[in-house]
């Protein structure tokens, strides 16, 4: 692919700098004035941000309080919002004077900077170019289309964006027309939780609430880059810094949000010349794929501290009575962690026995303890491993179900928890599939669709032939690009649902359309009025959002509204949906949610107070809905990760795929990793000082990429440059979504299927010229 974004001297110098404080807010700053906006705008518009009477941030997931900030963002969620409401337009001149072919060689990064989307387009092959249409006839021809085709070939994807409502009515226009094949972007990331936690404590789901962090007395951060992706939640860890709380993370690469911070809210802080506030007590930069060994290492020192006990009679280092009241298997566990052996331990981990005992001394001594992960944990091949390693070891203490303790999942997309909650899944056990049929008068396909892995390899064997998204860019985000590039050109209907232009987007079908909608920050004005819409947090919390800004372009539909058309052209008569009554006024959208769903009653009464309202999860209340009816210890298979990679130190290198503080997924704000050091560039190789040198390698030298695999599939990513960093030796870094063409599709977690983006095994070849 040529696509080289190599500024002449693309710069690696660690930044010794707290995240927060002075360089976020010249960063966004920056940002603002190069949409086009004022920065009066800007701040006018950020008051509103996460607050009850206004709108919900489109980046993160984090929990938004009750009692916000007056400035309730984050450096990122600020780039999110100026991203979404820029002057700048990609309109039908632009759309006249590109030829689509041609902006293939066209960057993510300058692809989306066009501005927003404006006009409804359909692809003209014979001119390589998207010409604009009316709604009424794209929905016409796309209805006429899907019921030519067979509803088992079709695929409606879900970025996690899209609100509750929306999302609700996407799920049922999917199985009215009949189909489960709803992937979602959640099946890229936390899907591992989905099917990890369910077995281990009966919820798929997080546990802890915001009010959790104000009263543990430890934390744990697992594979999650707080200071980019969900920097809001630093003021969490930060007020807990404070309380002397220890904070112990385990993270490959040093990333500064949990190193160091310094509080934008806080003149105090920001006043002062130092440091910032020392984010971890102890920051462990775990081997890739080295978690279940590092907390095998702390489950058998909390063991050890027992045996202790138990020999004076002083306090046991185990929760016992909550083990016997409410654990199922500890024993089996027990035997896993009493066999590991200490040596193995530090040689996976890489971390010192010393420092395990030291962390395992102190988790024992903490009353409740609240354990924060991310991808780090997910995306393996033994991502659901890695999580339910991470409930036993918050098992042995009695860490879930108490006033601040709990598993904490740290979601992504903005929505993409509560899409699950209404509907967008391709399990049917998991949609109350019963209740569609006897409130909306239809029958719901009962058998499993497809999620992402499959829908990709559906792709490939040519069996899907339809592809409808609403949101992301699903093309660029799964594994084996070039691939998926080449078959996506196969499909006979293509339709995109979306607000900026991306590299999907350009991939034609035989019908394609590109149906632009309104974001979140516009307003939703319908019959009724203008419309509130809702979204859940990733502590289970739904609030309620409004938007206010004047649309990009008047064409703009609404979500809503454009699902409910397509509704009405593909499937006229075939159930009881009030299409056009809930297009007219949401909350009746949210009504019918409140009669499927006991968590929702009273949905619209509730979802505009301060705060939200929390979903009521069993496991909170200590009620396990598992098969055993208690919390599972469940045993890993070994510390092996990554089975197929031998990481022998020599050629194979693990390749662990990385977000910089400039992007939010697929798009790309610019080329600075601020809080990484590195300016100008996202063709960079992060790696270990040692092994450069034992390849042969020094700092800007050009290198190619292969994957290791012996598939007998050559893939390959060309000429990025070397940096030595501070990364554990056999891991290398480089940034998604460039490096997805590397990602074999098989290569995922055995049971969650989540593509395994932490653990890549490549070789890296210098490259001669
Ligand atoms: N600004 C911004 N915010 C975002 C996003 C964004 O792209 N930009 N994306 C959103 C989405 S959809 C998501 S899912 C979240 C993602 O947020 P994160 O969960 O933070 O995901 P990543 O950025 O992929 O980084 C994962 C971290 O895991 C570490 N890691 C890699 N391998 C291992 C390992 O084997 N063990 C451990 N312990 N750590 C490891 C990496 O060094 C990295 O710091 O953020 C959301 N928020
Ligand atoms: N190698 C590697 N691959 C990964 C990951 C990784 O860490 N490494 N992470 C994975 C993860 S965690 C995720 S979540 C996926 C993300 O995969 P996706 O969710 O599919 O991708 P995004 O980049 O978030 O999608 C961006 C596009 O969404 C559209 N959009 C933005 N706002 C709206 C809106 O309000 N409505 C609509 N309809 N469209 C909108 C815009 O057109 C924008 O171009 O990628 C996954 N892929
Ligand atoms: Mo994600």
Known sequence: MKRSEITDHPTVVPYSHPSGGWGSLKSVTEKTLAEGLSVETMAQMLTKQNKADGYMCVSCSWAKPAEPHLAEFCENGAKATVWEVTRKRCDRDFFATHRVSELLDWTDHELEKQGRLTTPMRYDASLDQYIPVKWE???????????????KSVIFYASGRASLEASH???????????????????????????????????????????????CDMMFFFGHNTGTNAPRLLHQVHDARKRGVPVVTFNPLPERGLVRFKDPQSPIEMLSPDEGVKMSSDFFQVRSGGDIAAMTGIAKAVLELDDA????GGERALDVAFIAEHCHD???????????????????????????????????????????????????????????????LLLMRGNIGKPG?????????????????????????????????????????????????????????????????????????????????????????????????NRNHLLPGEVTYLLPCLGRIEEDMQAGGPQHVSMEDSTACIHGSIGWRKPASPELLSEPRIIAELAK????????????????????????????????????????????????????????????????????DGFDVNPDIEVDGKHVLSLLTIRSNDQFNTTVYG???????????????????????????????????????DDGVERKVEDYRVHAFSIPRGAVAGYYPELNPLI????HDSQAHTPAAKSVPVEILRRSS
């Open 309 to 312: 006990a138990k020999a004076t």
């Open 744 to 747: 074999p599709l098989w290569h």
């Open 137 to 151: 006839d794209a929905f016409r021809e796309i209805g006429a289309e899907l019921n030519r085709l067979d509803p």
């Open 405 to 501: 303790a709990g598993v904490s999942p740290i979601r992504g997309h903005s929505n993409v928890q509560g899409q699950r909650t209404v509907g967008i899944t391709e399990k049917p056990e998991l949609a109350p599939l019963d209740k569609f049929a006897e409130i909306y008068g239809f029958e719901p396909p009962r058998e499993k669709g497809k999620a992402t892995v499959e829908a990709c390899e559906g792709l490939l064997d040519g069996s899907v032939k339809g592809f409808i998204a609403l949101g992301g860019n699903f093309a660029r985000a799964v594994p084996e690009t070039e691939k998926i590039e080449a078959a996506w050109r196969k499909l006979r209907l293509s339709v995109q649902i979306a607000t900026k232009l």
């Open 169 to 215: 009515m996407w799920q049922l226009l999917a199985r009215i027309y009949g189909t489960n094949n709803l992937p979602d972007s959640s099946n890229m990331c936390h899907e591992s939780t989905s099917v990890g936690l369910p077995k281990s404590i009966g919820v798929p789901v997080g546990t802890v609430q915001l009010e959790d962090f104000e009263q």
């Open 671 to 709: 080329y600075d990793d601020r809080l990484r050091g590195i300016k100008g560039s996202r063709m960079i190789i992060l790696m270990n000082a040692e092994d450069m040198a034992r390849l042969g390698l020094k700092d800007e030298d050009r290198v190619d990429l292969r994957t290791h695999a």
């Open 569 to 636: 052209a593909t499937v006229p008569g075939r159930s009881t949906v009030p299409w056009d009554e809930w297009v007219g006024d949401y909350s009746k959208i949210r009504d019918a949610m409140a009669r499927i769903w006991p968590d929702f009653h009273d949905f619209n009464a509730r979802f505009l107070k301060p705060g939200g309202f929390h979903r009521d999860l069993a496991a909170c209340r200590r009620e396990w809905k598992t098969e055993s009816g208690k919390a599972n210890f469940i045993v890993p």
């Open 330 to 392: 500890f024993e089996a566990f027990e035997a896993f962690v009493r066999a590991a052996d200490w040596a193995e331990i530090e040689r996976v981990s890489g971390i010192a026995r010393a420092d395990l005992e030291r962390v395992g001394a102190q988790y024992a001594k903490a009353k409740a303890v609240i354990a924060n992960y991310g991808m780090g944990l997910t995306q393996h091949r033994h991502g659901v491993q890695n999580v339910q390693m991470l409930c036993n």
